[in-house]
């Protein structure tokens, strides 16, 4: 380590992020420019992510620049063409060591070099940052370690998930009709990034006719991408409502919106999930049995219930036991 773990945020006007991930890794991340901006107004942010991830950031007031990076060499190209800028201080905050980082970190120009202590990145840290054990601990918790090991204050009301959606979505007369029907909007998302993670559509069938059987006072809003619009439709035809409806989502802010305007999510995919912390919603998640993913990727200060499976495919976990949770949830939630 070649410098003091303690920097002056105070002083710090350029800064310099890189975050590579996926849109859960983004908004589990994007607590770390409110604190930076809480903790210095006056210092701009720029970040570099990937390219896929230009549609969740879109409305984020916090960011001064951000750099979309491709995959593969064009990713490279783009990076090469970027270096003459120098920060002031240049953060990694990918949970795994990579050579695109590496790259960075190798060419890229900052008085002060900070990520985590992994051996790829050694002899380019000035601050090299110790990891929390990612089976004891949250995503989030891990970067504000990170902060605060430098020197950040962390307000924790800003320690939680932001996402910034577009306010014309948001104004669509789509959710406001659902909002006035004066019944509780349930979203399930059925879609998922992992095939481990995808629930059988028999499973959603059982779930959705135990919660009618409930309560007669449900939205349930199906959230799906393309590839799993035809499952959509099935669990709609066997479940025979009409107060289930398939949104056609066109974008991420779309999907955004739809779960900004439920009362309750149920999900097996963790970007959704982080959306929903964002916006307090309270949220029933599903997890195959990974520990670390369990304990990394959980719901952030909402209330919540979350069920792992006991096998690395989460149609393990039954309907009743989906609905037995969902069920105790509602309950404290009134």
């Known amino acids: 380590m070649k410098k003091e773990n303690k920097i002056k945020p105070e002083e710090i006007r350029n800064v310099l992020i890189i975050r590579l991930g996926k849109i859960g890794d983004i908004i589990a991340t994007s607590f770390v420019f409110e604190i930076i901006k809480d903790n210095n107004k006056n210092t ?20 001064d620049k951000i750099y979309y990076i491709k995959s593969g060499l064009a990713g490279y190209f783009q990076l090469f063409r970027l270096r003459k800028t120098k920060y002031d ?18 060419n890229f120009k900052a008085t002060i070099k900070c990520g985590y202590d992994f051996p790829l990145y050694h002899e380019f840290l000035d601050i090299r940052v110790p990891q929390l054990n990612k089976k004891e601990s949250h995503i989030l918790e891990r970067m504000k ?60 069938i059982n779930l959705i006719k135990n919660m009618f059987n409930y309560s007669s006072k449900y939205i349930i809003l199906l959230l799906a991408t393309e590839e799993n619009k035809k499952e959509a439709e099935e669990i709609k035809t066997a479940t025979d409502s009409e107060y289930i409806f398939i ?25 959704a999930v982080h959306i ?31 069920i792992q499976s006991s096998s690395e495919n989460i149609n393990s976990i039954s309907p009743d036991e989906v609905f037995l949770n969902f069920k105790k949830l509602v309950e404290e939630i009134n």
Request: glycine residues 4%; positive net charge; hydrophobic residues 40%.
């Open 89 to 106: 201080l240049m953060m990694d905050f990918n949970d795994n060591p990579s050579n695109t980082t590496k790259f960075i970190f190798s």
């Open 276 to 306: 929903a912390s964002a916006f307090g919603k309270p949220v029933v998640a599903l997890y195959p049995k990974s520990e670390w993913n369990f304990v990394s990727w959980q719901p952030f200060k909402v209330k919540c219930k979350s």
């Open 247 to 271: 949104p056609d989502t066109k974008s991420f802010m779309e999907f955004a919106s739809l779960i900004k305007c439920s009362d309750l999510l149920i999900s097996p995919d963790t970007s």
């Open 145 to 204: 370690y990170f902060l605060e090991y430098l020197g950040f204050r962390c307000n924790d009301k800003l320690v939680k998930p932001f996402l910034y959606t577009d306010p014309e979505i948001d104004k669509n007369k789509r959710f406001i009709q659902l909002k006035e029907t004066g019944r509780k909007i349930l979203a399930l998302n059925i879609s998922a990034g992992a095939k481990t993670r995808f629930w059988d559509t028999g499973n959603w």
């Open 44 to 63: 701009n942010i720029s970040l570099i992510t990937k390219a896929t991830n230009k549609e969740v950031l879109r409305c984020n007031p916090s960011l």
